[in-house]
């Protein structure tokens, strides 16, 4: 399968198709465990934002801190740095793998082409014989264009999300 | 004892310390006692606990401690642990409560930590008296508060804070100056990382000016200049050139007071031409209204880069943030991590202030991790046996006693460091 056809622009007549998003889903995940960071940015709408609250029901990221709260020109300085070959916290890198599940579509807007995807996430991450486990529930906003679905927002709700971490990376 | 005071002064010299330091857990125990059960310790701020009831849970070396606001209207720092058999009191990092009741036997404190009531009282007898202060959760011998920074010794005896404080109390005025109604405010959440390494690699780090072309190549981009660190700039300095930027860092200055261990690194000695968007003119325009001109154009005057207040805090003037060490044991450390917001500026300067500092200080950021990566490194290599020291050695020949009889000399020293370990020494080698 194509990478168009996962980013769904096979599936403009079925707006909101669960299978077609659910695909896309997996694809996002992918491009993230192959380090494929330039190209999982591009899934992004030029408006979104990847947003990692530090509290459990955050309301805002403004005004309140963030584990991660990307724009795409962020996105773009935290990559060039992921590409640095002397990034330190990143030698050797963390490798990644996502398990992506309970995928619920809701709130599809067809004249608008928007909707609101809820699923349920697990990153295992492995670098210097240690293995941690991230896991929660992901809110997608997606709009579809004529080139296939784009992210307008990425909300990741860890389980842990006020946890003491250990450094990271790479977006989770 | 293995570590008697000769013991401790054979570990410390002025140029280097043993790397026991970072290893040894009798040391880390001892540390516990003497510096942190001993001096001043930064505990929260005042901004953490606005209203009567609110309270905050943190630690203060290996002790539990509460940090409330009582229905007086002031502030306590009371030990987290039930007057009967012992257990944390308040479980969560932070709320309001009118009391604090304890999980086993219903006991109930005030929330200056005071006994309220025991749970079926008649069941004690005629000589256990139930207004005893020792059945409260305790109070810490000593808690002073300067701007909102609240401070406590587990020592009932010693200097008082300001004078603690010393030289290195002009960071907080410099600080809370830059706030239109004087007041900082902590509230915007928390960045909290863990590290496999002593607290000591974060507090020296904190002041280290000599790491930062090394430990973070990888924020500059390809262009030759770091990513932004503030609102509304484009892209940040040149943090590694070998020319004009070398020497700014050359140019600072840097500060160091052996008998309390605070040091602090001065500003680059360069003109920063003032903001001028909306948000920055009002901010500028209320410092004004409050202290006329002159008096805001030097407030705003970048003067100290940052400062560390032995043994557990440092403010950061560039990404605004208080930082608070939390020791868990030899080999791992916690640090929290405040983005500042200025009482009385406009919203949307504080949002930037916060949103710059996920960039740059949370677990996922672009700096702290580099840090948080050598810290790692450190502790794995200090096991080596090649040496018997870590050095401290960059400037020592060239430090200058000031009017204060604190120590100064500028640039990429290691001035910051050797304050600390002498104080570290004093702390260490005083009287059982």
Known sequence: MTTMAMNGSKHVAGFGDRRAIEEFLIHEARMLDERRFEEWRDLFADDGHYWVPLKPDQASPDGESSLFYDDKAIMDTRFERLRHPNIHAQTPPHRTCHLVGNVSVQNVDSSRRECTVVSSMIMTDYRMRTQRLFSGRVEHRLRQDDTGYKIVLKRVDLINCDDVFELIAVPI | ?432
Not at chain 2, 68 to 73: A, N, P
């Open chain 2, 1 to 432: 004892m293995r570590y008697d005071p000769d013991h401790i002064r054979s570990l410390v010299h002025r140029d280097r310390i043993h790397r026991s330091l970072y290893l040894d857990p009798e040391i880390f125990d001892l540390e516990m006692q003497k510096i942190f059960g001993a001096t001043w310790v930064y505990v929260g701020h005042d901004s953490l606990v606005p209203a009567p009831g609110d309270y905050v849970t943190t630690r203060i070396g290996s002790q539990p401690v509460v940090l409330s606001r009582h229905s007086d209207g002031e502030i306590y720092v009371i030990y987290n642990s039930c007057g009967h058999r012992g257990a944390i009191v308040c479980n969560e990092e932070k709320g309001n409560a009118a009391l604090f009741r304890c999980c086993y036997h219903g006991w109930t404190f005030k929330t200056n930590g005071d006994l309220d009531a025991v749970a079926m009282p008649r069941g004690y007898g005629k000589e256990f008296n139930l207004n005893d202060p020792s059945l409260g959760m305790g109070r810490l011998p000593r808690v002073a508060v300067y701007r909102g920074f609240v401070f406590a010794s587990l020592s009932p005896e010693g200097p008082s804070l300001e004078e603690h404080l010393g030289h290195a109390k002009d960071s907080i005025d410099e600080l809370a100056d830059r706030a239109p109604d004087g007041e900082i405010d902590l509230s915007a959440g928390v960045h909290k990382y863990m590290f496999r390494g002593n607290w000591k690699l974060q507090l020296e780090n904190t002041v280290d000016m000599y790491h930062v072309p090394f430990s973070h190549e990888s924020s500059v981009r390809r262009s030759g200049k770091q990513f932004s660190r503030r609102s509304g700039q484009e892209s940040g300095s040149a943090i590694s050139d070998r020319g004009s930027a070398a020497q700014r860092w050359e140019q600072r200055s840097a500060w160091g007071a052996r008998s309390s261990g605070h040091s602090y690194n001065g500003h680059q000695p360069i003109a920063e031409e003032l903001p001028d968007d909306p948000a920055f003119m009002a901010y500028f325009a209320s410092l004004e209204a409050r202290h006329g001109k002159e008096r805001a154009l030097d407030i705003l005057k970048p003067k100290r880069h940052n400062t560390a207040f032995y043994p557990n805090m440092t403010l950061q003037a560039l990404n605004q943030h208080v930082r608070v060490i939390v020791p868990v044991a030899v080999d791992r450390t916690e640090v929290h991590v405040y983005p500042i917001m200025l009482k009385g500026a406009p919203e949307e300067m504080n949002r930037g202030f916060v949103r710059h500092l996920n960039l740059t200080h949370s677990a996922a950021s672009l700096i702290q991790t580099d840090d948080l990566e050598c810290f790692r490194r450190c502790q794995s290599g200090l096991s080596a046996r090649g040496s018997e020291w870590v050095w401290f050695a960059r400037g020592v020949d060239t430090d200058r006693e000031d009017e204060r009889g604190d120590y100064v000399n500028q640039g990429t020293v290691e001035i910051q460091q050797r304050a600390q370990y002498a104080a570290w020494l004093r702390l260490m080698s005083a009287g059982a």
